[in-house]
Structures are given as structure tokens and as C-alpha cells.
């Protein structure tokens, strides 16, 4: 991932490059600007960064003067000391909005978004230029905002239990129906099946292992090698002696999601 770091604080600058080494080894920042005219004849004297980190606040003015002059179509960070440029930012194709100081929690989770948001070489809507890119990703982000945070269930026959999504640890079936298990270790039944919960549910958090279950990172205990090349997972809250298997072909999938933030 090549990256461009706008930004016009030399001590913020180094601060940045080793968080970012620390949490990504492989990127690699490819230029540092710190200036509306700097990053200007940066960007029309070079091709397009994967990503841009971009300090609003720069020596000779606001970083959003830098876009009456630049087409910058690659996803952008924007890092600040104030919070009331948001709105702003998400208009000129931001994927976060990062306020100083920053953390390494904070990098981890905005090169976690960029990632969830690149193209899939096998998906049909992939862009095919870069001026296809920013309106996809747009997509993506709106598809984001529609995934469920929390689900409704009747109890005791004229009230609605309200479950968070935070709160479940995963979901599977049993005897044909599907059931989600809580941190605290309840149980709850729902009427969605399972291809409709893992099309509502912010895929990041929450895995598709198989046929029969649904898990987020919080609920495995620990993951064992399994014969065949596959992978047993021992659960927290284990609702029977039944250990979800990850096959073969999901194996790499579901290390690369397991590593993400």
C-alpha cells in the first residue's frame, strides 16, 4: 500500500510513519507534503497514492483548498486537532476521520476500513478504472451503514427484547432453527435464517464458518489443527460438544478476517 502523508507538523509526521510501520509493515509512504501548493505539484507530478492521510490544518491554509485544483481519487484519512470539519471530510471521498492525538487503536482501525473496502478480485462489481473507484467505495460505505446493530425479539408475549450486535457472540442452527448465543452465555431464537443474518451483519465482524454457524472473534476460546487441512474451533459459550469446522477452502479467509481490526 503506497501512502501519501499531508501533514504540516514535522513531530505528527513521524508519529504517523511509526504507527503506520508498527501496525502495517507493508506499507510505504512514498511522500510527505505540508503545504496547499507542496501537495498540489506533488500530485501532478505523480501517480496516484493508494491512500492519503491528510491533515486539515496546513502552513498556508485549509487542506479542502487542495480539491479546487487536485482530483484526488484515492480513499483519504483525514487527521485533526477539531472535530468540526467532519461533515466536510465525507464529502471529498474520506474513509475516516482521525482527531489528534492518534493512537495506534485509531490507525489499525482506519487501515482495517480501507482494507474491508478494496475490491474483491472476484466480485462482479469491481471498478475498472480509476474513476470507477471513489462511487464504488461510496457504495460500500453506504452498504455499511445499513448493516444491523441491533435485533428485536418478542418476550413474554407483548414485549421486544432488544439484542445488540456488540453483545452476540455468534449465531447457529439447530434442529432447523437459528439461535444466537450472548456474551453472558444466554441463548435467544431468531426468525431470520442464516443467509439472511450474514447478509445484514457487518461482515467484519462476524464469519460465515459453515452451513450452521455465525461467529464473531469474542466467541472463540481457541482454534485447533484439524485433519484435512481444516480447522476445529472451541468456543466460549459451547452449546453442545459440536465444534464448528472451518473447511479447507474457507481456511485462508477466515485467518486473513481473523487478523483484522
Not at 485433519?227 to 476445529?232: D, H, K, P, Y
Request: glycine share 2%; net charge negative.
Amino acid at each position: 500500500m503506497k501512502i501519501l502523508i499531508i501533514e504540516d507538523e514535522k513531530a505528527a509526521v513521524r508519529n504517523l510513519i511509526s504507527l503506520l510501520n508498527d501496525v502495517a509493515q507493508k506499507t510505504e509512504v512514498i511522500g510527505t507534503t505540508d503545504s496547499i501548493a507542496e501537495t498540489i505539484e506533488w500530485f501532478r507530478s505523480n501517480t496516484m497514492p493508494d491512500l492519503v492521510f491528510m491533515d486539515i490544518h496546513l502552513a498556508d491554509g485549509s487542506a479542502f483548498e487542495i480539491f479546487e485544483y487536485i482530483n484526488i481519487t484515492c480513499p483519504i484519512i483525514f487527521t485533526t486537532a477539531y472535530d468540526e470539519y467532519a461533515l466536510r471530510a465525507f464529502k471529498v471521498n474520506s474513509i475516516d476521520y482521525l482527531l489528534k492525538p492518534i493512537a495506534q487503536e485509531d490507525i489499525e482501525r482506519s487501515l482495517g476500513k480501507w482494507r474491508n473496502l478494496q475490491p474483491s478480485p472476484s466480485a462482479d462489481e469491481q471498478p475498472s478504472s480509476n474513476s470507477e473507484v471513489i462511487s464504488w467505495l461510496m457504495h460500500r460505505l453506504k452498504k455499511q451503514e445499513s448493516y444491523k446493530t441491533h435485533f428485536l425479539i418478542p418476550v413474554q408475549g407483548d414485549k421486544l427484547l432488544p439484542l445488540p450486535i456488540s453483545d452476540i457472540h455468534y449465531f447457529y442452527i439447530k434442529e432447523g432453527q437459528v439461535k444466537t448465543v450472548m456474551k453472558d452465555g444466554t441463548s435467544h431464537n431468531l426468525a431470520q435464517n442464516l443467509d439472511e443474518l450474514t447478509a445484514c451483519i457487518d461482515p467484519s465482524l462476524f464469519f460465515r464458518v459453515n452451513r450452521q454457524y455465525l461467529l464473531s472473534r469474542e466467541s472463540i476460546r481457541d482454534i485447533s489443527l484439524w485433519f484435512n487441512s481444516r480447522l476445529s474451533i472451541n468456543l466460549k459459550h459451547p452449546t453442545s460438544d459440536e465444534k464448528p469446522i472451518v473447511s479447507k477452502s474457507k481456511v485462508a479467509e477466515f485467518k486473513e478476517w481473523f487478523s483484522r481490526k
